[in-house]
């Protein structure tokens, strides 16, 4: 009974925390999101108040939170248009891997940490935060934008590339050569294909199957269909995001449209949460002496984001403010890079504080760089404004013409 009634005391003090910042973060114009995560820094590990009751219930609800996350951006899309990216948007995924994996690499070489460790920490600063970006295009109402597909695109490439990444990489944590990974390695990819073929095979029968007419259902419904495929698809090595993408870019027209109606607000309710969650499991202590490089490395690889979105938006089409605005939305690190850090430190300690760090510091700056990337960009490189082209005479010389009139 005394378990409940902390558990009842900490969620109500969580949520009414959450919905007190949601407030002034709108009241100033600016994302609730670096807000969640210093909250859920002070009351977590090391924190003013650690929290201890509700522990087990955040992460849950953390986890739920990205799979929802991702649930509403896969349905804001159907699978033709998924595949369409796909295939025009690759060599912006190969431009991505090469510019935001080799700067975590050489920084891990740097520090001394090993190749295995280079690995891991290329795996960190190589992926943006899709529950990030997701919740921060939503914030700023640019989900309808041009330049949103093409966020879309290098996304789903560097969600799918982990289906790849994570099996080589926990091979190489566990001593394995390659080879040794092959058959989870062919598990993942066959799990993916196959979810992508029923999308685009079958899409429309699925969404008929779950369509109903009564809200609940359809709530009750989508949301389980959700949960069971991303549960499966970590079964299978394969993200639960991924699935929970995957699940809403299988359903469309009408169903989309309600499912999407129906689950927003448990979305902003679970998202919050997950961001919460990201704060607490983080002690402050171990941060300090980790700020310096991991700062130098955020900056680093902020500038290389940006340049990321910028190249892929232009190769679609888009227009200069949009290929920023592409860019300073790709900034965000999140839930993968901790996930890789995670697996890491058993091998390497040290990439732990560092990761956590980084990703602190970029998750706090993506909202930033979303919103004001491209305002900032258009101030610094508007013309200068034309000077007049005749200026009126001096004195003297209106005097000598006078004289010689």
């Known amino acids: 009974m005394h378990d409940m009634t902390a558990l009842l005391i900490e969620l109500g003090a969580i949520i009414l925390g959450l919905g007190l910042l949601g407030r002034l973060a709108g009241r100033v114009g600016f994302s609730p999101i670096p807000l969640y995560l210093l909250a859920g820094l002070a009351f977590g ?6 929290l201890r009751a509700s522990e087990s219930f955040v992460a849950t609800g953390a986890e739920i939170g990205v ?26 995924g190969a431009v991505d891997f090469a510019l935001n994996a080799v700067p975590g690499a050489v920084a891990a070489l740097l520090l001394g940490w090993g190749p295995i460790a280079a690995v891991a920490l290329a795996g960190v600063t190589w992926i943006s935060s899709s529950g990030v970006i997701a919740k921060v295009l939503g914030d700023l109402g640019r989900l309808g934008n041009r330049e949103t597909p093409v966020l879309l695109g290098v996304l789903v490439m560097e969600d799918l590339a982990m289906a790849v ?8 944590l566990a001593g394995f050569s390659l080879a040794g990974s092959s058959l989870t390695l062919l598990i993942s990819l066959g799990t993916v294909a196959a ?22 259902l359809l709530l009750l419904v989508v949301l389980g269909l959700t949960l069971l495929v991303a549960g499966v698809a970590q079964q299978l090595q394969v993200s639960a995001a991924v699935g929970a993408f995957l699940v809403g870019i299988a359903l469309s027209g009408e169903v989309a449209e309600g499912a999407s109606s129906l689950l927003t607000p448990l979305r902003d309710l679970f998202a919050a949460v997950f961001f919460v969650f990201f704060g607490l ?52 690190r999140g839930e993968f890079s901790i996930v890789i850090a995670g697996l890491a430190v058993g ?18 700056m993506g909202p930033l760089t979303a919103r004001w990337t491209e305002p900032v960009v258009r101030r610094l490189t508007r013309p200068a404004p034309k000077a007049e082209q005749q200026e009126s005479p001096r004195p003297a010389e209106a005097e000598g013409v006078s004289a010689s009139q």
């Open 45 to 50: 590990q090391g924190g003013v108040i650690p």
């Open 67 to 92: 799979i929802l996350l991702l649930l509403l951006l896969g349905l804001e899309y159907s699978a033709s248009e998924l595949v369409t990216s796909l295939k025009t948007q690759y060599p912006s």
């Open 165 to 172: 990444y994570l099996p080589i990489l926990t091979a190489l």
């Open 195 to 216: 979810v992508l073929f029923v999308a685009l095979r079958y899409g429309h029968h699925i969404s008929r199957a779950v369509s109903s007419d009564n809200a609940e």
């Open 281 to 332: 499991s983080t002690n402050p202590a171990d941060m300090p002496p980790v700020l310096l490089p991991a700062f130098l490395l955020a900056v680093v690889t902020a500038g290389t984001k940006i340049a990321t979105g910028w190249y892929a938006a232009r190769r679609a089409g888009i227009r200069r403010a949009g290929r920023w605005r592409a860019g300073g939305a790709l900034v965000a």
């Open 347 to 364: 091998t390497e300690p040290r990439i732990g504080p560092l990761a956590t760090a980084y990703v602190l510091i970029l998750v706090i």
